[in-house]
T-cell receptor
Framework: AQSVTQLGSHVSVSEGALVLLRCNYSSSVPPYLFWYVQYPNQGLQLLLKYTSAATLVKGINGFEAEFKKSETSFHLTKPSAHMSDAAEYFCAVSAVGSGGSNYKLTFGKGTLLTVNP | GAGVSQSPRYKVAKRGQDVALRCDPISGHVSLFWYQQALGQGPEFLTYFQNEAQLDKSGLPSDRFFAERPEGSVSTLKIQRTQQEDSAVYLC????????????????FGPGTRLLVL
């Protein structure tokens, strides 16, 4: 079974500072990995996804994540935080390959990002 | 174009009451998913439809939970005899993918229905 661990339920940064949100996965084979963002009272929006192509994945709003198989990690970064980045961020994993239950996303518990002026 | 919509956005139910939550997926999307998000937690998978067929209902917590998508578009999640532990946000998502989808299809999420059972 796959699982995702997000280290730190709450991360606080200053505007303009580096954002680093941590995600580690557990899977018998390298899975597909996703980062979603959730603004208050809104649904989840996909930031980026890793699907076994390039290990450095660039997403929307200046975010990127690097898949590191040796560390079973998929940390999310952004060089310079903006006030509008304040939201909750979820890392998710799904199985690889057609058929089976590869459609099923398993989410971490989320990391709330606050950005201080 | 319109995204995934859900109604009602908020629902307060008395314990024991039946509720029905509606999801309107993006037009043309074959796959539809329901997730449950408890307070302070990430979403958890409930069930998956491909068109009108419910291919996976392994995440439904009990037989009080029932989902349907009779015409392959709108879906309803029904909870019978609601309990306090059913209080959560219920998220619906849809994707274009068909059978054999390799999990590369993006799931588009609705805003959710926040259910509070008193």
């Amino acid at each position: 079974a796959q699982s995702v661990t997000q280290l730190g339920s709450h991360v606080s940064v200053s505007e303009g500072a580096l954002v680093l949100l941590r995600c580690n996965y557990s899977s018998s084979v390298p899975p597909y990995l996703f980062w979603y963002v959730q603004y208050p009272n809104q649904g989840l929006q996909l930031l980026l996804k890793y699907t076994s192509a390039a290990t450095l994945v660039k997403g929307i709003n200046g975010f990127e994540a690097e898949f590191k198989k040796s560390e079973t990690s998929f940390h999310l970064t952004k060089p310079s935080a903006h006030m509008s980045d304040a939201a909750e961020y979820f890392c998710a994993v799904s199985a690889v390959g057609s058929g089976g239950s590869n459609y099923k996303l398993t989410f971490g518990k989320g990391t709330l990002l606050t950005v201080n002026p | 174009g319109a995204g995934v919509s859900q109604s009602p956005r908020y629902k307060v139910a008395k314990r024991g009451q039946d509720v029905a939550l509606r999801c309107d997926p993006i037009s043309g999307h074959v796959s539809l998913f329901w997730y449950q998000q408890a307070l302070g937690q990430g979403p958890e998978f409930l069930t998956y439809f491909q068109n009108e067929a419910q291919l996976d209902k392994s995440g439904l917590p009990s037989d009080r939970f029932f989902a349907e998508r009779p015409e392959g578009s709108v879906s309803t999640l029904k909870i019978q005899r609601t309990q306090q532990e059913d209080s959560a946000v219920y998220l619906c998502a849809s994707s274009f993918g068909t059978l054999g989808w390799g999990a590369q299809e993006t799931q588009y999420f609705g805003p959710g229905t926040r259910l509070l059972v008193l």
